[in-house]
């Protein structure tokens, strides 16, 4: 990177204007030309796109291509010796992952010209609408060269219309092998719309899963992974992993069986609690002495009947596949216990139980008591799933599954992982401040 002044000082807005890309900065010593349409029509270096694009370097621009320019043309400052034109990609299908329009190369002459005839018509835009791929084009040319990503006001435009113009640059990116160019402004474009994201992410984790593993987006992906884990027993979640990357499908399933079990044994040790002032010593000595008798044990009445009550209802949930196999992953039930007093087993709950069991009014309140004193005593063990690993602010908008997944750095699944035609692109393309006109 070249120190100093900043490499450009404008304003570029190419993706919210209709018209010709007359803001798109001009370069001396462009040996590559580019026409992606009629008022699209680039001049750009082939050393900065082999830099950061391996299609550029392995399929369009081989050495092998560029044009033997004579004496006479050279000394008339024509120095272009690659041409790409812009054609439909044969393998697009509506809604598909692919971009529509792929780059072909076109042979030049020893006079700077196409072999073929290849006619470019006007093709001016003159405030029409314009292809959303060809913006995507450019947004990924002026990133080869660091100018800014414009994907809108994230103050004035949906969410939904932000990321319809980064699924587009995302697609030209993974078909150049460059995505790496485009993760950082896509990614804090997105993150200035503050918790509309995380809302959206909490929404639909799947498909944002699978648009943070394509644009290598950590901050997303730990994001959209927490949400996913929450809600992997859905159906919705299940229906969706097949789309996944097999990296990410796995990942995913991983982490939901580490909180599956950990679910499951939270609630064992829900079922297994015993206070310790029930338990008693191993003894050889007397009954009467050591109190292992049954009129000791028939004094902690009261706690065992508070101990088959607490027991009911938990049990009662694991029966009703209301813990780790919910849809929820048991929060619903983590939730009530972590609330306690009268979120469960209230009293109004408890006259059910004494319809089968009357008591005296005494009795009853001793039994409300020590059935409180349970409830306080097991949050212990529900309390690490109300922590909240997400970004999003679940006071503000709650959720229906757990959000207390971690992801570990070492975790992401595409690190040993590369973008198309072999090679992880390039986050900053080293360019000369001398080739600004």
């Given at each position: ?9 404008l ?56 044009a ?74 002026g ?16 969410l ?63 994001e959209?992974?927490?949400?996913a ?28 069986n ?11 040790l829900?079922l ?6 029930l ?12 109190n ?71 009795a ?74």
């Amino acid at each position: 990177m070249m120190a100093g002044r900043p490499l450009y000082e404008l304003t570029w807005g190419t993706l919210r204007g209709p018209g010709p890309n007359k803001e798109f900065p001009k370069f001396k010593g462009a040996d590559v030309k580019i026409i992606v349409s009629g008022s699209r029509q680039y001049e750009l270096h082939s050393s900065v796109l082999k830099n950061a694009s391996p299609r550029m370097e392995q399929y369009l621009l081989p050495d092998e291509n560029a044009a033997k320019l004579n004496s006479k043309t050279i000394k008339k400052g024509v120095i272009t010796k690659y041409r790409l034109d812009l054609i439909r990609n044969p393998d697009y299908t509506d809604g598909g992952k692919v971009v529509e329009y792929v780059l072909e190369p076109v042979l030049l002459d020893e006079e700077g010209k196409a072999w073929a005839s290849n006619a470019v018509g006007l093709d001016l835009e003159n405030g029409r609408a314009v292809n959303p791929t060809f913006l995507a084009y450019d947004a990924v040319f002026g990133a080869f060269y660091q100018v800014p990503i414009d994907l809108g006001d994230f103050s004035t435009d949906a969410l939904t219309d932000i990321l319809i113009t980064a699924f587009d640059i995302l697609k030209v990116a993974e078909y150049l092998g460059c995505t790496d160019v485009i993760t950082s402004p896509i990614e804090a474009t997105l993150l200035a719309t503050g918790q509309v994201l995380f809302v959206s992410i909490s929404n639909q984790p799947a498909g944002w899963l699978d648009f943070a593993f394509r644009i290598r987006s950590r901050v997303l992906f730990r994001e959209a992974m927490i949400h996913a884990v929450g809600q992997y027993n859905s159906d919705d979640m299940q229906n969706m992993i097949h789309t996944l990357h097999p990296a990410v499908a796995e990942l995913l399933t991983k982490k939901a069986n580490t909180l599956k079990g950990a679910v499951k044994r939270s609630f064992q040790l829900m079922l297994s609690y015993y206070p310790t002032h029930l338990q008693r010593e191993r003894t050889v000595g007397r009954c009467d002495r050591d109190n292992i008798g049954r009129s000791s044990y028939g004094n902690d009445i009261m706690d065992w009947l508070a101990l088959v009550v607490l027991r009911h209802f938990l049990a009662q949930q694991v029966a009703d596949d209301q813990t780790h196999q919910a849809a929820d992953l048991g929060k619903s039930v983590i939730d009530v216990v972590i609330a306690g007093n009268d979120a469960y087993l209230s009293r109004r709950d408890l006259e059910t139980w004494h319809g089968f069991f009357p008591m005296s009014g005494r009795a009853k309140v001793v039994l409300d008591r020590k059935v409180g004193e349970l409830k306080q005593a097991i949050k212990q063990y529900a309390t690490v799933f109300t922590k909240n690993e997400s970004q999003l602010n679940v006071v503000a908008t709650p959720v229906e599954h757990l959000t207390c997944s971690t992801l570990q750095i070492t975790e992401y699944p595409w690190e040993d992982f590369t973008d198309a035609e072999g090679s992880d692109g390039v986050s900053e393309t080293e360019v000369d401040d001398d080739m600004y006109e």
